[in-house]
């Protein structure tokens, strides 16, 4: 079975303080790792896809890393508009296409 | 616009009254899913669709049908409600077939069974 675990479950940050966000996994055969960022009242969205160990993908103050065990996700010198709760999922390379999410954290940055 | 749109927004019903959440998209995607979220939760597939008339379930089907008869469309229909299915609910689309990476996701639904 498919595992997902995020850390922290909240952070908060001052403006300009850079920090990471973990997304912990177990999957038997990664077939993508998913990035999400979610609004008070709003449907997720996409941030970043990542396939393979090694990978990064970056968007605007967002950057995605991934290993064969977890996935950060990089924020340097956020905003106040960076405040939402971000979201790890992976989809494995088993029979099903069924994603397995992670809880999320929430982050807080204050001005 | 590309979007995802979910109506309604939100839903009080009854244990057993049946009801319908539809779900369109404008992008022309091949998969579509139905997600469900609760505290402490995160988000479950409920079911999902690689394309028109091809349906599968995920990880919490119980309680939830779904149809696929046009690409654009595809509704979650609870035949009979129970208090356990109180949730937010959102419908995805994406533009690959079987691998969901860059879903968009509707708005949600917000569903409470009395």
């Known amino acids: 079975e498919d595992q997902v675990t995020q850390s922290p479950e909240a952070l908060r940050l001052q403006e300009g303080e850079s920090s990471s966000l973990n997304c912990s996994y177990t999957?038997?055969?990664?077939?993508?790792l998913f990035w999400y960022r979610q609004d008070p009242g709003k449907g997720p969205e996409f941030l970043f896809t990542?396939?393979?160990a090694g990978e990064e993908k970056e968007k605007e103050r967002l950057k995605a890393t991934l290993t064969k065990k977890e996935s950060f996700l990089h924020i340097t010198a956020p905003k106040p508009e960076d405040s939402a709760t971000y979201l790890c999922?992976?989809?494995?390379?088993?029979?099903?296409?069924?994603?397995?999410f992670g809880r999320g954290t929430s982050l807080i940055v204050h001005p | 616009e590309a979007q995802v749109t979910q109506n309604p927004r939100y839903l009080i019903t009854v244990t057993g009254k049946k009801l319908t959440v539809t779900c369109s998209q404008n992008?022309?995607?091949?998969?579509m899913s139905w997600y469900r979220q609760d505290p402490g939760l995160g988000l479950r597939q409920i079911y999902y669709?690689?394309?028109?008339?091809?349906?599968d379930k995920g990880d919490v089907p119980e309680g939830y049908k779904v149809s696929r008869k046009e690409k654009r469309n595809f509704p979650l229909i609870l035949e009979s409600p129970s208090p356990n299915q109180t949730s937010l609910y959102f419908c995805?689309?994406?533009?690959?077939?079987?691998?969901?990476?860059?879903?968009?996701f509707g708005p949600g639904t917000r569903l409470l069974v009395l």
């Open positions: 995805a689309s994406s533009p690959g077939q079987g691998l969901t990476e860059t879903q968009y």
């Open positions: 999957v038997s055969g990664l077939r993508g």
């Open positions: 990542l396939y393979s």
């Open positions: 999922a992976v989809q494995g390379a088993g029979g099903s296409y069924i994603p397995t």
């Open positions: 992008m022309n995607h091949e998969y």
């Open positions: 669709s690689m394309n028109v008339e091809v349906t």
